[in-house]
C-alpha cells in the first residue's frame, strides 16, 4: 500500500493509502488526508488541488490534457493536479506555495476546508 507523506502550512501529515487511491476522493469522504488536503471540483477543472510533487513522480502517468490545460508551464516545475492521479506507489508531495488557482469555485460546489 503506498505511503503520502503530505506537507500544508508547514506542517507534514503522513499516511498509507490503499493502492489506486485518489486524495481528492479521500478527502472528500473525510479519510487522510482531510481536513488538511485543498480541493475543489475533483475535475481538474479549479486547480485548487494542485501539488508540488517532491519525490514518487516517476510512478505517476504522464500529465493528461486537463493538467496540461490547467497547469501549463507549472507542469515543467514538478507540478499535479491532485484529482488526476490515482496513487499506485509513494509519494510525497506539497500544497505549501499560494494556490495555483485563478477562479472561484461555483457556489455550492464541494471545496475544501483547510
Given at each position: 500500500m503506498p505511503n503520502v507523506v503530505f506537507h500544508?502550512?508547514?506542517?507534514?501529515?503522513?499516511?498509507?493509502?490503499k493502492e489506486n487511491t485518489n486524495l481528492v476522493v479521500?478527502?472528500?469522504?473525510?479519510?487522510?488526508?482531510?481536513?488538511?488536503?485543498?480541493?475543489?471540483?475533483?475535475?481538474?477543472?479549479?486547480?485548487?488541488?494542485?501539488?508540488?510533487?517532491?519525490?514518487?513522480?516517476?510512478?505517476?502517468?504522464?500529465?493528461?490534457?486537463k493538467e496540461k490545460k490547467?497547469?501549463?508551464?507549472?507542469?515543467?516545475q514538478g507540478y499535479r493536479l491532485a484529482c488526476q492521479l490515482w496513487l499506485t506507489h509513494d509519494v510525497e508531495l506539497s500544497q505549501e506555495a499560494t494556490p495555483l488557482v485563478d477562479v472561484v469555485a461555483?457556489?455550492?460546489?464541494?471545496?475544501?476546508?483547510?
Open positions: 500544508r502550512n508547514g506542517e507534514t501529515f503522513v499516511g498509507e493509502v479521500r478527502a472528500g469522504i473525510r479519510q487522510f488526508p482531510y481536513p488538511n488536503f485543498l480541493y475543489g471540483c475533483g475535475m481538474g477543472k479549479c486547480g485548487k488541488c494542485a501539488s508540488l510533487i517532491i519525490k514518487g513522480g516517476e510512478h505517476l502517468p504522464e500529465p493528461n490534457w490547467r497547469l501549463g508551464a507549472r507542469i515543467d461555483p457556489a455550492g460546489s464541494a471545496v475544501g476546508r483547510p
